[in-house]
């Protein structure tokens, strides 16, 4: 049972344009949201979270939308860069619960 | 920013032998880190949530004797694969949560782990 979905294994963006990655969960009792990125060889690292009071966060190029009603969840990335090339997962965590839900992860490329 | 270290990056072994993970946190103490599998083309999967100087709880459908977990200080955790065979071959990554209460997870850099 695939709890936090991401449809789409890999994406590829012409550098400057903005990149658009989705993520979709089916448990309504996920409260908190965040996206990781991830190099070959490296663990993730945090990129950007948001919670389920809000619906909308913002961090430089980073801003992840969130839409409770429809499950959904996308991380824009404007505008794009070489250096955004890497693997994204995003990660859903229900209140009281410690553990992370993880997506399948969508491979970015930015072509220059 | 936390860091997380894990130990070895790399570990080719032959069929029937043991490994083991080590995973540190270098700056921060963790009650609490995770132990995480991802094949190929899959996402992570959360395998067992490490306490510190208590059991391990081990997710549905992983085998606790066969992938053991100490934890025996607030800085240090080890996930031993006993008797590894070719279909234990995975990716394994450790995470660590700084702070009660913080969502944000910290990652070691995973260990590639092929068995012959």
């Known amino acids: 049972d695939q709890q936090v979905k991401q449809n789409s294994p890999s994406l590829s963006v012409q550098e400057g344009r903005i990149s658009i990655l989705n993520c979709d969960y089916t448990?309504?009792?996920?409260?908190?949201f965040l996206w990781y990125k991830k190099y070959p060889a490296e663990g993730p690292t945090f990129l950007i979270s948001i919670s389920s009071i809000k619906d909308k966060n913002e961090d430089g190029r980073f801003t992840v939308f969130l839409n409770k009603s429809a499950k959904h969840l996308s991380l824009h990335i404007v505008p794009s860069q070489p250096g955004d090339s890497a693997v994204y997962f995003c990660a859903a965590s229900a209140a009281g619960a410690q553990k992370l839900v993880f997506g399948q992860g969508t491979r970015l490329t930015i072509n220059p | 920013g936390a860091v997380v270290s894990q130990h070895p990056s790399r570990v080719i072994c032959k069929s029937g032998t043991s490994v083991k993970i080590e995973c540190r946190s270098l700056d921060f103490q963790a009650t609490t880190m995770f132990w995480y599998r991802q094949f190929p083309k899959q996402s992570l999967m959360l395998m067992a949530t490490?306490?510190?100087?208590?059991?391990?709880?081990?997710e549905q459908g992983v085998e606790k004797d066969k992938f053991l977990i100490n934890h025996a200080s607030l800085t240090l955790s080890t996930l031993t694969v006993t008797s590894a065979h070719p279909e234990d071959s995975s990716f394994y990554i450790c995470?660590?949560?700084?702070?009660?209460?913080?969502?944000?997870?910290?990652f070691g850099s995973g260990t590639q782990l092929s068995v012959l």
């Open positions: 448990n309504s009792m996920f409260d908190y």
């Open positions: 490490s306490n510190e100087g208590s059991k391990a709880t081990y």
């Open positions: 995470s660590a949560r700084r702070g009660q209460g913080s969502e944000k997870l910290f």
